[in-house]
C-alpha cells in the first residue's frame, strides 16, 4: 500500500504542491484527476522521484521511503509510465524492454514472455526501432517495460494520450488485469473521464496543488466526479 502524507513540490521559487494526501491500496486503482495544470503530473514525478519533494511523506508497504533517486525507488518496487512514454527511438523494443530489467537482480526482474503475453504485438517487433513504432505500440512497450521490475506500485501518467480507441481499450484490459491479480497498487493519471472512472476503485481530484475530493466510487457519484474535473 502506498501512502502519501503532506507531500510539497516546489520548482525553483514556485509551489506546485500543497501538502497533498493520497492512499493507493494494492489490487485497486486510484485514480488521480483534474484539468490541466493542477499538480497531477507532479505529483507522480514527486512519487517516482524524477522530482524531489520539498516536504511530507511517502511511506510502500509500512517502509517510509527518503527523498531518493528515481533507480533507488525502482529497486524498492515503485515503476513509473511516463507521459510521453520516453521509450529510446534508436533501441530496438527488445534492447528497451531489457533496460527495464536492468533496475533489478536477476532473481526479481519479470520474464519477457509474460510481456509479449500481454502484449502480443511486441513479441512481431523485437527487432524493430522504438522510435518507428505507432504511438500506440509505443505505449504498449513502455507499459511492458514498467512491467519488467515487478513493482509493488505502478504509477501511469496519461497512458490514453495519443492512442487510438482500439488500443486504449486493450490497455484499459491490460490495467483492469493487472488490478485483479492484486500484487500491486496502481496510480493512474488519466484525462479521459469515462477511461478512469471504469477502471478506478478510488479517485482523488486536484486543483491547484492539493486535493479538493478524495474518495471511493461507491462514495463519490459520477456526475460529482465529472463536475469536479471540468474547467
Do not use: W
Not at 513509473?80 to 536492468?102: A, C, D, H, M
Not at 490514453?160 to 493519471?189: F, H, K, S, Y
Amino acid at each position: 500500500m502506498l501512502q502519501v502524507h503532506g507531500l510539497t513540490l516546489h520548482y525553483g521559487h514556485s509551489q506546485i504542491l500543497n501538502g497533498i494526501d493520497l492512499t493507493a491500496q494494492k489490487g485497486q486503482v486510484t485514480c488521480v484527476m483534474g484539468p490541466n495544470g493542477v499538480g497531477k503530473t507532479s505529483l507522480i514525478r514527486a512519487i517516482s522521484g524524477r522530482h524531489n519533494r520539498s516536504g511530507g511523506q511517502v511511506t510502500l508497504d509500512g517502509e517510509a521511503l527518503g527523498v531518493l533517486p528515481a533507480h533507488q525507488l525502482a529497486r524498492k518496487g515503485i515503476a513509473l509510465v511516463p507521459q510521453g512514454r520516453e521509450i529510446f527511438p534508436l533501441l530496438t523494443v527488445r534492447e528497451n524492454l531489457e533496460t527495464g530489467l536492468s533496475a533489478l537482480p536477476k532473481s526479481d526482474r519479470g520474464d519477457l514472455d509474460e510481456m509479449f503475453d500481454l502484449f502480443p504485438v511486441l513479441r512481431d517487433m523485437q527487432g524493430r526501432r522504438g522510435g518507428d513504432l505507432s504511438g500506440g505500440q509505443q505505449q504498449q512497450l513502455a507499459i511492458a517495460r514498467a512491467l519488467l521490475t515487478r513493482p509493488r506500485l505502478l504509477l501511469m501518467d496519461e497512458p490514453t494520450e495519443g492512442i487510438q480507441p482500439n488500443i486504449i481499450q486493450m490497455i484499459g484490459q491490460v490495467i483492469a488485469r493487472l488490478r485483479d491479480e492484486g500484487r500491486m497498487a496502481i496510480v493512474l493519471v488519466e484525462q479521459y473521464f469515462d477511461f478512469a472512472y471504469d477502471l478506478g476503485d478510488c479517485f482523488a481530484v486536484l486543483r491547484r496543488g492539493e486535493v479538493v475530493i478524495s474518495g471511493t466510487k461507491s462514495e463519490l457519484t459520477r456526475d460529482r466526479l465529472l463536475k469536479s474535473v471540468s474547467v
